[in-house]
């Protein structure tokens, strides 16, 4: 009995042992074949390190494929602490490189991590400065390619763009708000050590970083160029407080350029305050917009039907009296009898009070806020002001007149571009936006594309149509006379709006305007510009502004490809003012009888004989009286 037992103990225990050898071999199985390749990258991770390498930014390119920002290869210092074998050493001629403290560098050197950077002063290294420290081979110490941000034409857009830190992070304008996008993933340089941190004689693994997504503005970098032109000749000029411009295309809400000064540089940011950095005034500034925003009670009054332009007329005696208020008009003594189209020509503040009075508040506001006045216009930018209008519940009679010519009221300079690109384009509302599409970084292949947002229609085509008519009126009989251009058919509207500081309407400080587009027919761009307090000169939107304007429209012409056009609507002149002619055709005249149809014109001839075989400018051209006309004579 007891030896049974015993026999049956040792089954027992063979049993487990048998059981227990069967796990073991169960669990080397699994481990050495199932689980192989998990645990061998944990094992790898123990005793392999990383030096990161850097992805390209994403660039930025107009609709054109300019660069607008771009990237430029540098690199920064790593040090791996357990690998430097003389640390005093090492220390010491880093920090002579550096131009930093020996007691700094000997830190950085001495940290117990395994990767050590330098920042911020072993970031984004010269050249030269690289070259002395690979020249000294110190164990330990490495060189990792590093990305940074480059802007080719500084403060160019600047306040759109934005800049990135020292980080390659986006921090402000489209770095900021596409930053998602444009950074890219870190690759690195795989390396083996031992448990002590020093390197291994095997192979190295590349793992490849992966670029930003590339993007593309509707911005023309020709048009952004020839507007930051004028606005810094502006402030060369005028020295005003601050200035803007914003060129739209009307049909579709593209902005074509944008820019506010005073600008800053996204390479030297640091020199620049937050409210430098931070102030894109096209979309941030909020002021009483004065006569530009008549282009609204223009454009209502004419699709409620109130107002016959030509036929209808009003009396303008220099003043207004509303509901004991007195409203003046900016010419001492008025206009006196004027059709309607004359009281926009003459920008008449009290022609334009009758005009809000005829449509009513409920009318006339609604008409605001169809335009998209009162709230933001959802453009893909950071940083929008909505405006602020009268509650409909507190305007009275004396807050609808002012409202009819554009004071008492406050809105953003990319609400009123794109109210009247509105008002002119057949009467649609669009969305404004700068990014035109999100592109793959090897091949730049669009990825993802921005189109034209409709937002509401607003006026008729044909109410559209007479306000564009209108408009071109005003610069070749009216205020925005400085606007003309021989050739080509402009409409456009003068600005000049009280500043209120206070409280209190301010004396002699205007923010002087202008906003004009062409052809007049079938607008391609509309331009708004803006100028803040400028001195020395007298402070009209057509003085100032229009001739500004009138720049940036002339280089667009070309930019665009604008065609001339023989028959365009002539100007009326001022006394004193030169005027267009058409240059007759001389050639085949004797020297006298040129003279005598050349008569006005200045004359440069070459050449002998008595016969005229060539002229410049040709015959029909158009060109300012008393302009040069050079003849080629012959026999």
């Known amino acids: 009995m007891f030896f049974k037992n015993i026999h049956s103990r040792i089954k027992i225990v063979l049993i487990i042992i048998i059981f227990l050898f069967i796990l073991i071999i169960a669990k080397v199985f699994y481990i050495q074949v199932i689980d192989y390749n998990?645990?061998?990258?944990?094992?790898?991770?123990?005793?392999?390190?990383?030096?990161?390498?850097?992805?390209?930014?994403?660039?930025?390119?107009?609709?054109?494929?300019?660069?607008?920002?771009?990237n430029i290869t540098t690199v920064s210092l790593v040090i791996i602490p357990n690998q430097?074998?003389?640390?005093?050493?090492?220390?010491?001629?880093?920090?002579?490189?550096?131009?930093?403290?020996?007691?700094?560098?000997?830190?950085?050197?001495?940290?117990?991590?395994?990767?050590?950077?330098?920042?911020?002063?072993?970031?984004?290294?010269?050249?030269?400065?690289?070259?002395?420290?690979?020249?000294?081979?110190?164990?330990?110490i490495y060189l990792i390619k590093e990305s940074k941000r480059y802007y080719p034409y500084d403060t160019l857009l600047s306040?759109?763009?934005?800049?990135?830190?020292?980080?390659?992070?986006?921090?402000?304008?489209?770095?900021?708000?596409?930053?998602?996008?444009?950074?890219?993933?870190?690759?690195?340089?795989?390396?083996?050590?031992?448990?002590?941190?020093?390197?291994?004689?095997?192979?190295?693994?590349?793992?490849?970083?992966?670029?930003?997504?590339?993007?593309?503005?509707?911005?023309?970098?020709?048009?952004?160029?020839?507007?930051?032109?004028?606005?810094n000749n502006a402030v060369l000029k005028y020295n005003p407080d601050q200035a803007l411009g914003i060129a739209m295309n009307p049909k579709t809400g593209e902005i074509l350029a944008i820019a506010s000064k005073p600008d800053?540089?996204?390479?030297?940011?640091?020199?620049?305050?937050?409210?430098?950095?931070?102030?894109?005034?096209?979309?941030?500034?909020?002021?009483?917009?004065?006569?530009?925003?008549?282009?609204?009670?223009?454009?209502?009054?004419l699709e409620e039907g109130i107002v016959d332009l030509e036929k209808d007329t009003f009396f303008d005696g220099g003043a207004i009296t509303v509901e004991g208020a007195t409203i003046h008009c900016w010419k001492h003594g008025g206009h006196g009898a004027q059709t309607y189209l004359q009281v926009?020509?003459?920008?008449?503040?009290?022609?334009?009070?009758?005009l809000g009075l005829k449509l009513g508040k409920e009318k006339l506001f609604s008409y605001i806020d169809k335009f998209g006045f009162g709230k933001k216009t959802g453009v893909d930018l950071n940083g929008e002001s909505s405006g602020i209008l009268f509650s409909l519940d507190k305007v009275g009679p004396v807050e609808l007149a002012t409202t009819a010519f554009g004071q008492g009221v406050s809105v953003t300079p990319i609400q009123q571009i794109t109210a009247v690109s509105a008002a002119i384009n057949g009467g649609t509302l669009y969305k404004p936006y700068v990014v035109k599409s999100l592109n793959e970084?090897?091949?730049?292949?669009?990825?993802?594309?921005?189109?034209?947002?409709?937002?509401?229609?607003?006026?008729?085509?044909?109410?559209?149509?007479k306000v564009r008519e209108t408009l071109e009126s005003v610069v070749t009989n009216g205020t925005g006379r400085p606007a003309y251009i021989e050739g080509y058919r402009v409409?456009?509207?003068?600005?000049?709006?009280?500043?209120?500081?206070?409280?209190?309407?301010?004396?002699?400080?205007?923010?002087?305007?202008?906003?004009?587009?062409?052809?007049?027919?079938?607008?391609?761009?509309?331009?708004?510009?803006?100028?803040?307090?400028?001195?020395?000169?007298?402070?009209?939107?057509?003085?100032?502004?229009?001739?500004?304007?009138?720049?940036?429209?002339?280089?667009?012409?070309?930019?665009l490809g604008i065609e001339k056009r023989n028959t365009t609507t002539e100007k009326k002149y001022n006394y004193g003012e030169k005027k267009y002619v058409t240059v007759p055709n001389v050639v085949g005249y004797s020297v006298s009888d040129a003279k005598k149809e050349l008569k006005g014109f200045n004359l440069e001839f070459s050449g002998t004989g008595d016969k005229i075989s060539y002229q410049s400018p040709e015959a029909n051209t158009r060109v300012l009286e008393g302009s040069s006309i050079r003849l080629l004579l012959t026999e």
């Open 84 to 140: 430097v074998q003389n640390k005093e050493e090492t220390a010491r001629k880093l920090s002579e490189i550096l131009n930093v403290s020996y007691d700094e560098m000997y830190s950085h050197v001495s940290k117990k991590t395994s990767i050590e950077r330098v920042h911020p002063e072993g970031r984004r290294l010269s050249y030269e400065i690289a070259d002395k420290i690979n020249e000294l081979k110190l164990p330990g």
């Open 159 to 231: 306040h759109t763009i934005g800049f990135v830190g020292i980080d390659n992070q986006g921090l402000s304008g489209l770095e900021l708000l596409y930053d998602d996008y444009l950074t890219g993933s870190y690759g690195a340089i795989k390396y083996f050590s031992d448990a002590k941190g020093n390197r291994l004689n095997l192979s190295e693994i590349y793992e490849q970083p992966q670029d930003g997504i590339n993007l593309t503005l509707t911005i023309n970098y020709e048009i952004q160029s020839s507007l930051e032109r004028e606005l």
């Open 491 to 559: 409409g456009g509207k003068t600005g000049t709006a009280q500043k209120v500081k206070d409280g209190k309407y301010m004396v002699g400080n205007y923010i002087v305007s202008f906003i004009g587009f062409l052809p007049a027919d079938d607008p391609q761009i509309v331009v708004y510009v803006a100028i803040d307090n400028a001195k020395g000169v007298t402070q009209y939107g057509g003085t100032v502004a229009a001739p500004i304007a009138k720049n940036i429209l002339t280089d667009s012409i070309e930019i």
């Open 264 to 301: 800053f540089s996204p390479s030297n940011y640091q020199n620049y305050t937050v409210e430098e950095i931070n102030r894109n005034l096209p979309i941030w500034a909020t002021y009483e917009p004065g006569s530009t925003f008549k282009i609204i009670t223009l454009a209502s009054s």
């Open 344 to 354: 926009v020509e003459n920008s008449c503040n009290p022609g334009f009070v009758n």
């Open 38 to 70: 998990k645990l061998s990258n944990y094992a790898s991770d123990l005793w392999s390190r990383n030096l990161p390498i850097e992805a390209n930014r994403g660039i930025i390119y107009d609709t054109n494929g300019v660069v607008l920002a771009d």
């Open 441 to 465: 970084p090897v091949t730049n292949t669009v990825i993802q594309e921005n189109h034209p947002t409709k937002v509401r229609t607003v006026i008729s085509e044909e109410t559209s149509k």
